[in-house]
C-alpha cells in the first residue's frame, strides 16, 4: 500500500506531465482508414514496384521475353531435372512459346510415372530461375 507522501508525489507528477494520449496518437482500429503517410511510404518502398502485378514470372512469359540463357524445370514428383539452353528451346517450339508450357511437355515426353490415370500420370513441374 503507497504511503500517502508517495500518493501526492505521483499526484503532482500527473498534473505536471503533459497529456500523452491525444485524439491524433491513438491507435488505429481495423474498420479505419489508413493515414496518407502510411500509403506515401508504401509507394515511396522501390521494393514495392519491383514484384508488381505487372511483372509476370518467367514461367508465364513466352521464350522471347525470358532472361535467362539455360532454362531449367524440375519434377516435384520424381526429382528429374531437365535442362536446356534458351536457343534449343526456341529452335523447337518457336519464340512465341510459353516456357511454362515448354517446360511441362519436356518433363512429359521422358516421364517414368505412368499409372494410367489421367489425374496422377506425368510430372509437377517446378520452374527454376
Known amino acids: 500500500m503507497p504511503t500517502p507522501k508517495l500518493v501526492e508525489k505521483l499526484q503532482a507528477k500527473r498534473r505536471s506531465a503533459p497529456l500523452r494520449s491525444s485524439p491524433e496518437a491513438c491507435p488505429l482500429g481495423p474498420s479505419d482508414d489508413m493515414p496518407p503517410e502510411y500509403w506515401d511510404a508504401l509507394l ?3 521494393a514495392a514496384g519491383a514484384s508488381g502485378p505487372t511483372t509476370k514470372p518467367d514461367q508465364g512469359r513466352p ?3 525470358v532472361p535467362q540463357h539455360v532454362l531449367r524445370v524440375s519434377c516435384s514428383r520424381c526429382g528429374r531435372i531437365v535442362e536446356i539452353q534458351k536457343a534449343d528451346v526456341v529452335r523447337l517450339y518457336g519464340p512465341d512459346a510459353v516456357w511454362r508450357l515448354v517446360g ?5 515426353d521422358t516421364c517414368q510415372q505412368r499409372t494410367g490415370r489421367y489425374e496422377e500420370d506425368g510430372c509437377w513441374p517446378s520452374f527454376e530461375t
Do not use: I, N, Y
Open 104 to 108: 511441362q511437355r519436356l518433363l512429359d
Open 44 to 46: 515511396r518502398d522501390a
Open 63 to 65: 521464350l522471347s521475353e
